[in-house]
């Protein structure tokens, strides 16, 4: 065999991609080579070969974020007050993160509860009236005009009651907002505002991720998507350790940009593992079912087609292949067979096609 095998199959076997091939696995027994000799007294090696699945594990880089993660803001304008926490804080659901200060949302409570209290008290009366003109009423005392008079200066004082209890409402939401909280329990991951400074509503001021469950976006061209499905479970290496994840959503619409389809995977906290670590995913693509054989057993000279020796009742046979994959010292190739085959592994410098054999 010609010593350029390698390059040439390397050369026909070149995929422009980002995602690395790791291994290739084939579900077939370990072939048993065979001794034998020709006609002329040269011996030779040989082996049974038979097509099975073979599959091509791929290597996609990623990193692992929070499940839950949000971007948090206050819903008032004012000055931060108070920072009570720091990067890298745990933080627990609820709790107190930073204070903003607004002189006008306190005065606005309290006036509106004065007014609140104001109408109580001129409700009180009223209904009082109202009780007295109901009595008057009843021995014709006071017309039914003077009733009605009262008593619907007594539905606007209600009416206008429960306007201002919604506003009272609203300035109190507003105020509960000078206090930025946990929506979960979570790690502060970047802080963009301090004490002191001037905040408009809804400028983020910092990054809480969750800390009870991780995941991790991966983008992958259609011949990798297409072996996905949800709930699959991939292995996850972290820091050369395995980790299980399971496949949580598939996008079926690729990017128009990068033509590559999203796919979130559910990682386990394991081995410590923190969020914004790489990890990589390994994914297996199904390539169908072929033979593999050692590098060895092909013939190539780099012009024409890449063939193999057969034996078949004691006569050597020549085969082309079509080579498929490289990997290591075997090769993955395409043969006009389908079933069993014995096939050449070494002296084959001492056979020629339609050699008859002599089986030691």
Request: with cysteine; aromatic share 6%; charged share 20%.
């Amino acid at each position: 065999m010609s010593t350029n095998i390698k390059t040439v199959i390397s050369k026909g076997l070149q995929i422009s991609s980002l995602i690395a091939v790791l291994i290739f696995t084939g579900c077939k027994d370990a072939p048993v080579t065979v001794a034998a000799e020709t006609d002329t007294g040269t011996s030779y090696s040989s082996a049974q070969y038979s097509p099975a699945e073979q599959f091509k594990t791929h290597q996609v880089a990623a990193f692992v974020v929070p499940t839950d993660q949000a971007s948090l803001s206050f819903q008032v304008s004012g000055v931060i007050d108070e920072q009570f926490i720091k990067i890298g804080d745990i933080v627990e659901l609820g709790q107190q993160l930073f204070k903003v200060s607004n002189p006008s949302l306190e005065p606005q409570i309290h006036q509106f509860r004065s007014q609140i209290d104001a109408i109580n008290a001129t409700l009180e009366q009223n209904n009082a009236e109202v009780k007295r003109f109901e009595n008057l009423k009843k021995t014709n005392a006071i017309s039914q005009n003077e009733l009605d008079r009262l008593t619907n200066q007594r539905d606007n004082l209600k009416a206008n009651k429960k306007s201002i209890e919604a506003q009272l409402e609203q300035a109190q939401s507003l105020f509960d907002e000078t206090y930025l909280k946990a929506p979960f329990a979570g790690n502060i991951a970047e802080i963009y505002k301090e004490a002191g400074e001037v905040i408009s509503p809804g400028e983020i001021v910092l990054v809480v991720g969750g800390v009870t469950s991780l995941e991790a976006p991966i983008f992958l061209p259609s011949f990798l998507h297409r072996n996905l499905h949800f709930g699959q479970q991939l292995t996850v290496l972290y820091d050369q350790k395995p980790i299980i994840a399971a496949v949580k959503e598939i996008s079926f619409t690729a990017n128009p940009k990068s033509q590559l389809f999203k796919v979130m995977l559910d990682v386990p906290i394991m081995h410590k593992i923190k969020s914004g670590e790489k990890i990589t995913v390994q994914i297996k693509e199904n390539m169908g079912e072929y033979f593999r054989l050692p590098i060895e057993s092909v013939i190539d000279d780099g012009i024409n087609q890449p063939f193999v020796f057969l034996i078949d009742n004691n006569q050597v046979i020549q085969s082309p292949i079509e080579l498929i994959e490289i990997i290591n010292d075997e090769v993955i190739v395409k043969m006009p067979h389908q079933g069993q085959v014995e096939v050449v592994t070494g002296g084959q410098a001492k056979l020629s096609p339609n050699q008859k054999l002599v089986q030691l």
